[in-house]
């Protein structure tokens, strides 16, 4: 089903745009919220009555996203992404990471605007596109920092004598059998004492 977006719409485009959609999901969200007008003949009619309000708000837009386009290309995001001993990173830098920091810095930004071309799973620079407005795209410096991860502590696990891994628990009892075993010693320690007397 084809309708005629009445207003910007990120996963499906902009003010005037035309697009083809699920039946379902026009008829059930789209049409209901005011976003888009079924594609027909009346309803073209009527909008191209009503296109120099949106050509002009549509124009008013692109200036908005140029005007702000040029504030976040100066800006840098600083990410960390931690790296393990071999050199080897722990996950990648995402979208949703990206949204994050920009908010941090007073950014609004959808992570559905940002486009990242290849996963970033290195520190250094990387640049990523902003895609503010179907005509306004700007490049975005990420710089990522990288953070070494910390050993595994080793409280949480001690290896046997056969290279296994031994749970908590089994670590936890054999402490405790130790202490016992040592006031054991300490205790005929103390009785041999005794006796010598």
């Known amino acids: 089903m084809e309708v005629i977006l009445r207003e910007d719409y990120l996963s499906l485009g902009y003010v005037g745009d035309t697009v083809r959609v699920r039946r379902g999901y026009a008829r059930n969200f789209l049409i209901p919220r005011g976003i888009a007008v079924e594609s027909s003949a009346s309803n073209d009619r009527v909008l191209k009555h009503k296109l120099s309000a949106i050509v002009a708000k549509r124009l008013k837009k692109?200036?908005?996203?140029?005007?702000f386009g040029k504030?976040?290309?100066q800006v840098i995001v600083e990410l960390t992404l931690k790296i393990g001993a071999k050199g080897k990173s722990f996950g990648s830098v995402t979208?949703?990471?990206i949204e994050a920091a920009l908010k941090a810095l007073g950014y609004e930004v959808d992570r559905r605007q940002i486009r990242i071309p290849d996963a970033i799973r290195a520190a250094g620079a990387h640049k990523v596109e902003v895609k503010l407005h179907s005509e306004v795209a700007v490049p975005l410096q990420?710089?990522?920092i990288a953070?070494?991860?910390?050993?595994?502590?080793a409280s949480?696990?001690?290896?046997d004598a056969k290279g296994k891994r031994k749970s908590r628990k089994k670590v936890?009892?054999?402490g405790q059998a130790d202490e016992g075993d040592?006031?054991?010693s300490e205790e005929g320690a103390a009785a041999a004492e005794a006796t010598e007397e």
């Open 62 to 67: 692109k200036a908005e996203a140029e005007q």
């Open 71 to 73: 504030i976040l290309e």
């Open 95 to 97: 979208t949703k990471d």
């Open 142 to 144: 990420v710089k990522v």
């Open 147 to 153: 953070q070494q991860a910390a050993p595994v502590a």
């Open 156 to 159: 949480e696990g001690e290896a």
């Open 172 to 174: 936890a009892a054999e």
């Open 182 to 184: 040592q006031s054991a």
